[in-house]
């Protein structure tokens, strides 16, 4: 009688393979960018009122001045007077905290939390989020606070 054939167990394959670092490209906030990042994360939901300066509520320009002075930095009140708050960088390189202007002559700032996505308010009758950039509207320009 021939001995019973070995069966080779079948080889595992993990239907959710672990992303190797190099492809975990989302840039993480650091130094004063990290509390400026949360505290706009932290108000989504929040009503957009024009004019508003908070807690319960922002205008674009208000929420990104708020957040920065969570982490200590003093920006200006005015969308236009926060675009020349700090150095221009090319929208391709912007980084977690740095500043987003929509539209022409800087009437909106958002703050960039990183992957491509902003926090922003995005008009009144709407609510602060966190939403891609594709979706906010069109970059004018992207400043890095000083």
Do not use: N
């Amino acid at each position: 009688m021939a001995p019973a054939p070995v069966m080779e167990p079948a080889p595992v394959v993990d239907p959710f393979p672990a992303i190797e670092p190099a492809l975990a490209t989302e840039p993480v906030p650091d130094g004063k960018a990290a509390p400026a990042v949360a505290f706009a994360r932290a108000q989504t939901g929040k009503p957009c009122v024009w004019g508003a300066t908070g807690p319960g509520s922002y205008d674009g320009p208000s929420l990104v001045r708020a957040a920065w002075r969570a982490a200590g930095v003093v920006l200006p009140r005015t969308a236009q007077d926060q675009a020349l708050a700090g150095t221009p960088v090319p929208p391709a390189a912007a980084r977690p905290g740095d500043l987003v202007f929509f539209q022409d002559a800087a009437d909106h700032v958002g703050l960039c939390t990183g992957a491509g996505t902003v926090v922003h308010a995005p008009g009144p009758g709407a609510y602060i989020r966190e939403e891609p950039l594709a979706e906010a509207g069109p970059v004018d320009g992207v400043v890095r606070p000083s």
